[in-house]
């Protein structure tokens, strides 16, 4: 997720027992193919074999329109060291879409083809290739024809998240959609949008047939999310409880801090990681310290505040979808 899911995001969540994999926010190829130094700047785990400090692989995601120019970065990429390549047709950001990348390419499913071969036959084997996409621009039935083109061009698996570009993040999600793809296609789907807790899970699950599931919003809310969906799809790990305690809170968000300060220095980005992260927890469960934390203006003065923070009275705020 653009702007969310940073190294230290990425470190954090997959600190705790529960995703198999997680995914880079997009690098957006326009005009050129990025020098190989791009790469492992936009994520430092190719220089740890493309996993995360805990051993949890790491894809890695290109956006663009150009098929032979992100063919060649995903070849470099491949080079130093991404074991995956992942395709974002999903972004419905207007800057995106404006420089012909993201949700845009959905309304060309012939694009999308050559833009999956191509990448595809520059790095053969070396690494999985996979694809990000919305049920369409505005029609969402177009997805039979994109996921056509996805597994015809070569591509290991899609994600699809069940909302057209139209749709923006509105609800609701179309989980039966997925279903009808999942039974046409012979071929891997992610099922992803609005899994919000475990019920959503379970309701997605039932809807979908699927067997791998994506969360995003989700796992932010719930650092722990992850960890129950995971144990219930038979993944043997450690057990945590189905969301976090006040002190298992404090000491995440601690935990953030540290690693969020070790790639930079820069006090305002970490203060507003923060703040951002507590973001996700406000939109789904009631948490009344955010008006509080909000208005903080260093990082020093939260960690003393951190002490004082209840996390304790925290029950779904919406059902889901
Ligand atoms: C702020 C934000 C940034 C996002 N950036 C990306 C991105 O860079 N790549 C991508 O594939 N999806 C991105 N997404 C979409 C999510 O991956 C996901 O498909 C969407 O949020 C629906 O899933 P969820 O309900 O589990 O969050 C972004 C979503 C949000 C809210």
């Known amino acids: 997720m653009e702007g969310v899911t940073d190294l230290p995001m990425r470190t954090f969540q997959t600190s705790l027992p529960g995703y198999t994999h997680c995914v880079t926010e997009f690098l957006r190829i326009s005009h050129n193919v990025l020098p190989k130094k791009c790469y492992p700047r936009h994520a430092n785990e190719l220089n740890h074999n493309a996993k995360t400090p805990s051993g949890i692989p790491v894809h890695f995601q290109l956006l663009g329109g150009n098929p032979q120019l992100l063919a060649a970065s995903a070849s470099l990429a491949v080079e130093r060291g991404a074991k995956n390549i992942d395709i974002n047709f999903g972004c419905p950001a207007p800057t995106v879409n404006k420089r012909d990348g993201g949700a845009t390419i959905l309304q060309y ?21 996979s694809a990000k996409i919305r049920l369409g621009w505005e029609n969402k039935t177009d997805v039979f024809e994109t996921v056509n083109r996805v597994a015809k061009a070569g591509a290991d698996w ?109 006090p305002n980005y970490t203060l507003s990681r923060v703040k951002q992260w507590l973001g996700y927890l406000c939109l789904r469960y009631p948490f009344a310290h955010y008006q509080t934390i909000k208005r903080i203006q260093n990082i020093d003065d939260l960690i003393s505040l951190l002490p004082d923070i209840q996390f304790s009275t925290i029950h779904e705020k919406h059902s889901s979808s």
């Open 109 to 129: 499913p012939d694009r999308i083809e050559s833009i999956l071969k191509e990448i595809r036959s520059a790095i053969g084997t070396k690494a999985s290739l």
């Open 158 to 266: 899609v994600t699809i998240h069940a909302r057209t570009k139209a749709q923006g993040y509105q609800p609701p999600v179309d989980w039966e959609l997925i279903g009808k793809i999942k039974k046409e296609f012979s071929f891997p789907v992610v099922a992803n949008g609005d899994i919000w807790n475990f019920s959503d899970f379970l309701r997605c699950r039932e809807i979908t047939g699927c067997e791998h599931f994506m969360v995003g919003r989700g796992g932010l809310a719930n650092p722990h999310l992850a960890n129950r969906i995971a144990r219930e799809l038979g993944i043997k790990i450690q057990e945590l409880n189905d969301f976090p305690n006040s002190t298992e809170w404090k000491n995440y968000i601690l935990d953030f801090i540290k690693i969020s300060q070790s790639v930079s220095n820069n």
